[in-house]
């Protein structure tokens, strides 16, 4: 059998084809749980971007605190291979190392100095502690801020004193995922918790549906299976039978490929020829394009000096700025921690301006509670007035009206008496 016949290479790949397709036709596949980006971002609010500047802050004091932790968990290791990284360090970092491992010596010998009972006084000894842990803390600030000033030697450390205390990584461990923590609690809302624990009791169902579904279905991909073989046994012997046709098929094709050997000769040939031309013409656009290149490269050599001294120009304004900025920093910390006292300072005022307020308010409100009171019961008593006056004026009226009737009937008696009379 010829391993380049074409028919021979195409049997394979049509039975490799028949292998992928699907077991049985009618087999029911799974239902798939689909997670939309809104899941996504229950399931890790940690990928969500913060969306406050308060939660940008906080994140970013987090990951700066991380970032420090790192490199001043290094510190002891490149101490004890200063030789080693002197080079990279350079020498404002290297006395600023050198001098932060003669304070921790320092401190070292007075710890154990007061463990074995010195005769110093103990107050002597506070004090000498107290002064070289704040001057081992400025030591760390100091280094860390000459460390953190240039990103790539950082990253170098990192990568050449790779080693930690295992106490210290576990601290930075515990702090990234008290950092992650923090970013989760920001970042979700009561509602977004509550959808949250709906999604993942809906996962829980879907993933038991899904795996009685699988059980199922592998029940069918065994018996599929069991099917699968019996026809790759039939397709083998038809393959076999395949192959001796093709080596028929072979000792027909030597003689065309013989013939096309032939042709494939002469039209060779041709083509050298005309290849031959046309790299003679290729060789005069090269040289022309070379002369073209060296004069190019001429001009570009010139221009890459004087960027060359713009850049050199442009790093030494960096420097400057760079230690302006550190300058300015300080000056905005110091102002930061006065207006935090002060803000301290009006925050307790107003608590207690709250609570006087309070209790002011209560009182108000009985006093205007007792106005009120007084009003209407001043209101009643002035309608009562009111009607009392309306009542007496009308029986005034009334008693009035009487004693004029009483008046006139005595007086018409009167006249009827003296009438009679004269009648009479």
């Not at 399931?43 to 308060?54: G, V």
């Not at 080693?163 to 920001?186: H, M, Q, T, V, Y």
């Not at 009003?375 to 029986?395: H, V, Y």
Request: aromatic share 4%.
């Amino acid at each position: 059998m010829a391993t380049g016949d074409p028919a021979a290479l195409q049997i394979p790949s049509q039975d490799m084809k028949q292998r992928n397709k699907p077991l049985v036709k009618g087999m029911a596949t799974p239902e798939r749980v689909t997670i939309t980006s809104g899941a996504r971002k229950i399931l890790d609010p940690c990928r969500l971007k913060p969306d406050s500047i308060e939660t940008e802050r906080i994140i970013t004091v987090l990951d700066d605190t991380i970032a420090k932790l790192e490199m001043s968990s290094l510190i002891p290791h490149i101490i004890d291979s200063l030789d080693r990284f002197a080079d990279m360090l350079g020498p404002e970092i290297t006395n600023s190392l050198i001098e932060h491992q003669k304070l921790s010596n320092d401190m070292g010998n007075l710890l154990s100095s007061s463990e074995e009972g010195d005769t110093m006084r103990a107050e002597e000894q506070q004090g000498r502690f107290c002064l070289l842990e704040q001057r081992l803390k400025c030591s760390v600030r100091n280094v860390l801020r000459l460390l953190l000033a240039n990103p790539s030697l950082c990253q170098a450390l990192k990568y050449e004193a790779w080693a930690r205390d295992s106490p210290a990584e576990e601290f930075i461990k515990a702090f990234g995922e008290f950092r992650n923590f923090i970013l989760e609690r920001l970042l979700t809302s009561p509602a977004e918790e509550e959808e949250k624990i709906q999604f993942m009791a809906d996962i829980s169902l879907q993933i038991k549906k899904n795996t009685e579904a699988i059980t199922a279905l592998q029940a069918e991909l065994a018996a599929a299976i069991r099917t699968r073989e019996e026809e790759i046994h039939k397709k083998d012997d038809v393959i076999k039978d395949l192959r001796n046709n093709i080596q028929d098929l072979t000792k027909d094709c030597k003689a065309g490929i013989q013939q096309m050997k032939q042709q494939g000769e002469k039209k060779q040939k041709e083509e050298l020829q005309a290849s031959q031309a046309r790299c003679a013409r290729l060789q005069q656009d090269v040289q022309q394009l070379g002369a073209q290149l060296n004069a190019l490269v001429l001009e570009h050599r010139a221009s890459e000096l004087a960027l060359r001294k713009r850049k050199c120009r442009a790093e030494m304004e960096i420097g400057n700025w760079i230690q302006k900025y550190d300058t300015d920093m300080g000056e905005k910390q110091a102002e930061y921690e006065e207006v935090q006292a002060a803000y301290a300072q009006e925050k307790a005022q107003l608590s207690l301006l709250t609570e006087k307020h309070a209790v002011l308010l209560q009182e108000y409100s009985q006093i205007e509670e007792e106005r009120r009171i007084r009003r209407e019961k001043e209101e009643q008593a002035l309608k009562e007035s009111a009607t009392m006056n309306l009542a007496a004026i009308r029986i005034q009226a009334l008693w009035r009206g009487y004693l004029v009737r009483s008046l006139f009937k005595s007086k018409r008696k009167k006249k009827k008496v003296k009438g009679k009379k004269a009648k009479k």
